[in-house]
């Protein structure tokens, strides 16, 4: 990864290259805050000890700002990150929050590079000398005749549907399915990733339901995270939303163990 990085004797701005935005290594916080944007990792000894969007932490002798210039909320990068950092046991555990699947590559993609050039620079994370890969152990499903010709249904947050997951890379939403009407929004007002997402999927197909959101005709997406956006603008594990009439979840039917 290149980058141009500037160091005034206090503090070092690195320039990502892409959407990869900067990265900012700091002794002291200024203001005592996290700036609008960015995730802080906070370092004892060269040791990972905290990572926050808002609060500092009491003790710690250095803080990396990460910020970058991609559309995904903040939440979600601060979800991976501390999700992360559980798994491989560099912080405490406590309640893993959930980070949509479409956005874990994107954002895993940014990490591995960081973590590679923290490491470079003697921050210990790991405790190794190996930088992430894609995480192990992640669920994996796989599509089978068996299924093709199988209603599963959801009714979530007002939304009912009913879904066929045809082929491989085929799902058909049937006629008369309800739409969650309402695009979720940010605290601060703004459309996150996830609507965007969604609501271009909804563009995509806006002759094919009417101003109450309920769908006119078939119509066809390319995967289960597809189908989970346009219904109910994510937000929740799709796999795990839709069921057959016995109750037996899509995840259930399909899941390689």
Same mark, same amino acid.
């Given at each position: 990864m290149k980058g141009s990085f500037t160091w005034n004797g206090t503090e070092c701005l690195g320039t990502l290259p892409g959407e990869y935005g900067t990265i900012l290594l700091l002794q002291k916080l200024p203001e005592g805050e996290v700036p609008a944007g960015a995730v802080a990792l906070f370092m004892m000894q060269r040791k990972l000890v905290a990572i926050s969007d808002k609060a500092i932490v009491k003790e710690y002798d250095r803080v990396i700002l990460l910020h970058p210039t991609w559309t995904i909320e903040q939440q979600y990068f601060l979800h991976f990150l501390r999700n992360y950092s559980q798994e491989h046991q560099w912080l405490p555990s406590i309640d893993r929050k959930p980070v949509p699947e479409h956005f874990e590559g994107i954002i895993?993609?940014?990490?591995?590079?960081?973590?590679? =050039? =923290?490491?470079?620079?003697?921050?210990?994370?790991?405790?190794?000398?190996?930088?992430?890969t894609k995480k192990a152990g992640k669920p994996r499903h796989r599509w089978s005749k068996a299924i093709s010709t199988m209603p599963f249904y959801t009714e979530y947050k007002g939304v009912k549907a009913t879904v066929y997951w045809q082929k491989r890379n085929e799902l058909i939403l049937k006629k008369g399915a309800q739409l969650l009407p309402e695009t979720p929004l940010n605290k601060d007002g703004s459309v996150g990733f996830a609507a965007k997402f969604a609501l271009t999927l909804r563009q995509e197909n806006s002759d094919k339901f009417d101003e109450t959101f309920l769908t006119t005709?078939?119509?066809? =997406?390319?995967?289960?995270?597809?189908?989970?956006?346009? =219904?109910?603008?994510a937000g929740t594990n799709s796999w795990q939303q839709f069921k057959d009439k016995e109750g037996k979840t899509l995840d259930e039917w399909t899941i390689i163990e």
């Amino acid at each position: 990864m290149k980058g141009s990085f500037t160091w005034n004797g206090t503090e070092c701005l690195g320039t990502l290259p892409g959407e990869y935005g900067t990265i900012l290594l700091l002794q002291k916080l200024p203001e005592g805050e996290v700036p609008a944007g960015a995730v802080a990792l906070f370092m004892m000894q060269r040791k990972l000890v905290a990572i926050s969007d808002k609060a500092i932490v009491k003790e710690y002798d250095r803080v990396i700002l990460l910020h970058p210039t991609w559309t995904i909320e903040q939440q979600y990068f601060l979800h991976f990150l501390r999700n992360y950092s559980q798994e491989h046991q560099w912080l405490p555990s406590i309640d893993r929050k959930p980070v949509p699947e479409h956005f874990e590559g994107i954002i895993m993609a940014y990490f591995i590079e960081i973590v590679a =050039l =923290l490491n470079w620079w003697g921050y210990d994370f790991a405790h190794c000398a190996t930088v992430p890969t894609k995480k192990a152990g992640k669920p994996r499903h796989r599509w089978s005749k068996a299924i093709s010709t199988m209603p599963f249904y959801t009714e979530y947050k007002g939304v009912k549907a009913t879904v066929y997951w045809q082929k491989r890379n085929e799902l058909i939403l049937k006629k008369g399915a309800q739409l969650l009407p309402e695009t979720p929004l940010n605290k601060d007002g703004s459309v996150g990733f996830a609507a965007k997402f969604a609501l271009t999927l909804r563009q995509e197909n806006s002759d094919k339901f009417d101003e109450t959101f309920l769908t006119t005709e078939d119509i066809t =997406l390319k995967s289960v995270n597809e189908m989970g956006h346009f =219904l109910y603008f994510a937000g929740t594990n799709s796999w795990q939303q839709f069921k057959d009439k016995e109750g037996k979840t899509l995840d259930e039917w399909t899941i390689i163990e």
